[in-house]
């Protein structure tokens, strides 16, 4: 490339960055307004969840129930089906700001139990 073709390229306007919103979906997911979330008090372990929807849903060995560890594992559709197939109601849809209004321990990461 000749220095006055270089020199163009680099003295022409750059787009402003990407803001960030905080919402993006991570590792090629889908964007979406709610997060799934499992009352860890009313599930009773029954498995239907993380056999229905088994990219959003995992049995927890420790306390032998379920916890929803990826928000994007799944369509909507599918986690709406295991939703609708526990038997203690235990799964909910939320908005994301209201999942900071839970308690550390429901909210604790697998693994850091």
Not at 51 to 76: L, M, P
Not at 85 to 91: A, G, L, R, S, W
Not at 98 to 112: A, C, K, Q, V, Y
């Amino acid at each position: 490339m000749s220095d006055a073709l270089a020199s163009v390229a680099f003295q022409a306007p750059s787009s402003p960055p990407a803001q960030r919103s905080g919402l993006e979906p991570l590792l090629g997911g889908e964007l979406r307004a709610k997060a799934v979330w499992v009352d860890q008090k009313s599930c009773i372990g029954c498995r239907y969840c993380a056999n229905v929807a088994t990219n959003t849903f995992v049995v927890i060995q420790e306390t032998g129930r379920c916890r929803a560890f990826r928000q994007d594992g799944d369509s909507e559709d599918r986690i709406q089906e295991a939703i609708d197939t526990c038997p203690t109601d235990c799964i909910h849809w939320l908005h994301f700001e209201t999942l900071s209004t839970f308690s550390e321990h429901d909210r604790m990461p697998i693994g850091s139990e």
